[in-house]
């Protein structure tokens, strides 16, 4: 199947004259090399989005429904099977504005989830939330060089206001870094100013030019944003790992998807950062590294810009003498609105989402069965009566519960709805179960695996039931990762490996010019390998250096046969979102 | 003392070309007609911001300490004394775009818990959060006629993206009706997709030119904003007043803050609104109303231009005959930030904030006492471990608490820094409060009453007293806005009742003309009334058709003398935000 050209397909909406510009390489393999079929592509997907589409709706009022599924496969075509999904699911709609994409309830309750988990976390750690103008002066904006050469190509401007020219166009913030510290720099006067931990969840916007995908690349999307400062780079750097972690527990603990821990080689990291460490997820379907979140230890850099500077606490000095000044170590560490998108590729399946127990707004759906256009309105409503009180068993151990009890929709109907809209667990209840003091349980992620658990048992079994689908996804997810991570250790199985939808763990010199070699010489076809003409493979970047290094790098050369150089570290390449 | 000209003195920031323009009337006096004193006061405060804020801080690193506090009386200088308290007490910091804000913590955490009350409010009623794209095409946002015409002065527009121009321009929302009701069209395809309850909790940009205020009147500011489609006007209406009752519930429960409910005349309503409530509150330091929030009624205005239908599933039909379609009825309701300033104007006092305990982030601070430079090691660990076990018995129990054991501060010194921050509750303790096993109390809104509280008893008395001062501090606030809400029946007393602070309920034609007549003949000075030359008063609008109608209505006259035409209903006027 193909392994790219998923972005393509999914811009629906015309892009207008920035599309065409466009052709102008913007770091990214993706956006080149196809105007033909990309074109082609566009009018379809154009042509399909003139048409409403196809929410579930029942042929007649009452009798026979018919639901318009998923009408094609994960494995077949990712790109087509996203966007039915998000779509059909209820996670997302498309906009008018090209990159920008609305938010259903179905993916921005699994947002609150997050920000929830996150907020606790963060509060421990005495970061406290805040927020800062959407709006950025160019002045401000430029005080970082590096900062300011990384995000110029993708910022949007304002430069009307009303009906008056701006004296000044505005940015309208890609990220906060620029925004905030010069504040920092009124607020931090002394040592015992420090910490500060200030974090903010708002809207950010990049006006990138490469192929939009929902989730996953658009040009806003919604964050958090945490900009801190300490005395030491040591102390910096434990929170860049503290959080690190964090992010890692929401895609684990929450979302169930794997990650891989590291460090980004310089190639990789954020403009105008000391360092930074990330979290790498993998999608399966396409082989591919998807970037999860980022913490970065930005170092001294921006405090040196926006003079950001205490006396040292910790020197001596006599009578008279002044302390040295200090500039601030300084972190900013960022989770976007992705992660869902990640969620959706990994977890999903041909019947539509699969969504984690944990950030499923509904959990369970109780659909009452065994009833038709014969039963009597008394049993109908004695059914009724029951599974309402199985619901009310649930609410009150905190499960979170949908009744459908709509008319004129078979169970068949409601199993496939809620089937597509990925909610973990299904409990069909009809007169049968009712004599048998039992429910009927039907999971999410195991295909036609029916069981019962007793009426009485309900209140532990079910949250129990979540629990053990959290943990199930989880371990799926992640054995699938794990296998399809190798180790490679000779370059004539870089190639082979990421054409089997792996991504691999290589030693390498950490060189920039070395990493970008290799990613020339890792794409397009490679011969002696079939390739899928519709798809010619991008090349491999490096993803991280993964926190857990394999042993045994001692003696090894780079990878890169051109390169030459001793290896440093395993890093790990992937072709990549 | 001035009643006006607060705005003018709270824009700090030179505005650029764009306040030349200003000069252009925008709907209100305020901006008009100083111009020179204006630019000297602009000058005085440019000067002014250079300096760095004064935050609270020790001259010496032990021994005596001098806090800078509130410079000013909130009676005798309000703008200066706001503009003091909001930075010193860290509830926001100025900005270089202007018009737009900083919210610090202090701040931000009383909208949170704004956001975690009205979530468990709505979503009792079955409405769900979502997002939307920030950005809104021009065509989509002229769509609705009356709306475009209400906000077309005060849109951001985004030209620029990277470094292309854009091809068509494109708003920053200024809010999100055009965004959303195109969705609306598609997502309602019968009666069962209705109601439809989304919200969004989100940042809009009205590029006003009025002088902006911190939290009042702000370029960008925070809301949320609910639209709801419903099949009949009766159901629209009852969520109409729900959602009002909600927001009044933030204001009175929460902030403190007494609110009016009523409905705005024609002349006030929302630009393309059928109806629209509103609560007002009352700043008594100027005798203005200020806007609290607005829950409107929408009608039937933008189903039409959005073609937002569906069949009428209570008509009788025949075989083969199509039923009508419907046009949906929409809602659309809105809190800001703004209520963060108007519980800071109300509840302020010369010493600085004055935070309501349910909103307080820190509702206690816990200061040791009792202790100097000759207290030995171990005493002050005694004492700093106690203070710990008062921190831990009042977590436990839900309270949020700070301790200060900073050393090198006096507790006066502490004293003033958190009162000015605005801490519901300090707890003093040192060796005599042990010896007798109580903490003595001091309550931030009654000055200088101590009193105190058994150890023994901390854990249920400290939760109690918060609630007493929770309802105190309405109590005060509610008999003081009941005292300058005053009924005048005749012309002749409307001025005089304005100039001594009030806000007026008169019987009134509610016709607009005679509306727009009210306000220019009770602006400027009038004959016989003592004036402030330093403020000419403004006009008078109409701020709401009050919910509870005094008696007697019946055979009045509109109190205009010029208007001549019955009263229909008693309509609350006075000088406004």
New interface residues.
């Given amino acids: 199947m193909s392994t790219e050209g998923i972005e393509a397909k999914m811009d629906d909406v015309k892009l ?3 599309a065409n ?1 466009a052709a102008q390489p913007v770091g990214d393999a993706e956006a080149n090399g196809k105007p033909a079929k990309e074109k082609k592509e566009k009018k379809e997907k154009k042509e399909k989005k003139e048409q ?2 196809k ?1 579930p ?1 029942p042929k007649k009022k009452t009798g026979d429904t018919e639901l318009i599924g998923i009408t094609c496969k994960k494995s077949e075509d990712l790109s087509e099977w996203y966007q039915q999904v998000i779509v059909k699911g209820e996670m997302l ?1 498309f ?3 090209p990159g ?6 179905g993916s ?2 699994i ?2 989830f997050i920000q929830e988990f996150f907020n606790e976390r963060i509060r421990a750690m005495e970061v ?10 160019e002045a ?1 904006l430029q005080r970082e060089k590096d900062h300011i050469e990384g995000f ?19 940015a ?1 913030r890609p990220t906060s870094e620029t ?1 905030m510290y ?2 920092y720099s ?2 931090i ?2 040592h015992r100013d420090l910490p500060l931990k ?1 974090n903010q969840w ?2 950010v ?1 990049r ?3 490469k192929h939009p995908m929902p989730f996953i690349r658009s040009r ?1 999307f ?1 964050w958090q944003e945490g900009h801190t400062a300490h005395l030491t780079e040591a102390e910096a750097g434990k929170e860049v790992l503290e959080i690190l972690d964090h992010y890692a527990a929401i895609y684990e603990d929450l979302l169930a998807v794997p990650v891989v821990k590291g460090r980004k080689t310089v190639n990789e990291q954020f403009p105008g950062a000391h360092y930074t460490t990330t979290i790498e997820g993998f999608v399966p379907a396409v082989g591919r590294g998807i970037q999860a979140a980022t913490s970065h230890c930005l170092g001294q850099h921006f405090a040196k810009m926006f003079d950001i500077r205490v006396e040292d606490p910790d020197q001596e000095v006599k009578e008279g003498e002044k302390r040295n000044k200090l500039y601030v170590w300084q972190n900013s560490w960022g989770f976007t609105t992705r992660s869902i998108g990640v969620m959706i590729l990994i977890h999903g399946d041909d019947k539509g989402l699969v969504i984690p127990p944990r950030v499923a707004n509904k959990q369970v759906v109780i659909v009452p069965v065994g009833i038709n256009a014969k039963t009597t309105g008394a049993d109908r409503e004695k059914l009724y009566d029951e599974v309402d009180a199985l619901r009310r068993t649930l609410v009150a151990v905190g499960v979170r519960v949908a009744c459908d009890t709509r008319e004129g929709y078979s169970p068949g109907y409601k199993f496939n709805d809620w089937e597509m809209k990925g909610v973990p667990l299904r409990l069909e209840f009809g007169p049968k179960d009712s004599a048998n003091g039992v429910v009927t349980t039907s999971r999410r992620d195991q295909e036609g695996q029916k069981s019962t658990i007793p009426i009485a048992d309900l209140a532990t079994a079910v949250p129990a039931l979540l629990e053990a689908i959290q943990a199930d996804m989880f371990k799926r997810a992640s054995d699938e990762y794990a296998a399809h991570r190798k180790i490679v250790r000779e370059w004539k199985d870089f190639v082979p490996e990421l054409n089997a939808k792996n991504v691999v763990v290589v030693p390498h010199c950490t060189g920039g010019e070395c990493e970008d070699e290799i990613k020339k010489d890792s794409s397009g076809s490679v011969e002696g390998q079939e390739v899928d003409v519709r798809a010619p493979s991008m090349g491999a970047k490096s993803l991280c250096i993964p926190a857990e290094q394999p042993e045994g790098i001692e003696g090894l050369k780079c990878l890169n046969p051109k390169c030459g150089k001793d290896a440093a570290m395993w890093v790990m390449f992937g072709r990549s979102y």
């Avoid at 920008?100 to 309830?105: D, E, H, L, S, T």
């Avoid at 110029?152 to 505005?170: F, H, M, S, Y």
């Fill in positions: 207008s004259d920035e510009q409403k589409p929410a709706q709609e906009y008018d504005v920008c994409y609305i938010y259903q309830p921005y309750r947002w609150e406290e939330n805040c927020y800062f103008p959407l709006f950025i002066t401000n110029a190509a993708e910022v949007a401007w304002v430069t009307e206001g009303g009906r008056n020219k701006l004296d000044k166009r505005l309208v925004a010069s504040h009124k607020k006067r002394s200030l708002n809207n916007v006006w990138e030019f806003e919604l």
